[in-house]
């Protein structure tokens, strides 16, 4: 097949994202979340 | 099945786990945009997915068989069973492609007691 010539990149070795590889990784600190939890009766 | 399949501790075929992943896994035609796929672009990405892993098994010893599970049920989804020639090329290529991902996602790899695809059936 003439196809191979336009490889794409094998999905080996593709690693996921570092927040999906880590779970138990906490962003650093100063870091913003990007969600402010809510706390029920606060305002 | 919610048999126990017994795991052999040596075997020409080893089996990938929930590996491949239709692009139209969510809604059968459909992409995950809700877009509909081409038959045919479904086709390209299938035999993307078994050239890379044809060309990444073969590093690792003779591939006799390799079986692609393209299913959309539940069970067996996206398993991949590859045999090789040879035990100890199977052994070879689980060692290698252990703790490795593929297209963002860990690779589960275990020996498969199969060794006739026409007669793998659950007993």
Known sequence: RSRSKSKRISGFDMAPPQSALLPGVTPPTGQLLGTTPTVPGLF | ?123
Request: net charge negative; charged share 25%.
């Open chain 2, 1 to 123: 099945c919610s048999r126990l399949h017994t795991k052999p501790s040596i075997s020409p075929t080893l089996l990938l786990s929930n590996m491949y992943q239709r692009p139209d896994m969510i809604t059968p035609g459909v992409d995950a945009q809700g877009q509909p796929i081409d038959p045919q672009k479904m086709q390209e990405h299938f035999e993307d997915f078994y050239e890379d892993l044809f060309e990444e098994l073969s590093k690792y010893g003779e591939i006799e068989s390799l079986n692609i599970c393209d299913n959309l049920a539940d069970h067996m989804v996206g398993n991949v069973y590859v045999q090789f020639r040879e035990e100890e090329q199977a052994a070879n290529a689980l060692k290698n492609l252990t703790g490795r991902f593929y297209a963002g996602r860990p690779i589960i790899v275990d020996f498969s007691p199969v060794t006739d695809f026409r007669e793998a059936t659950c007993r």
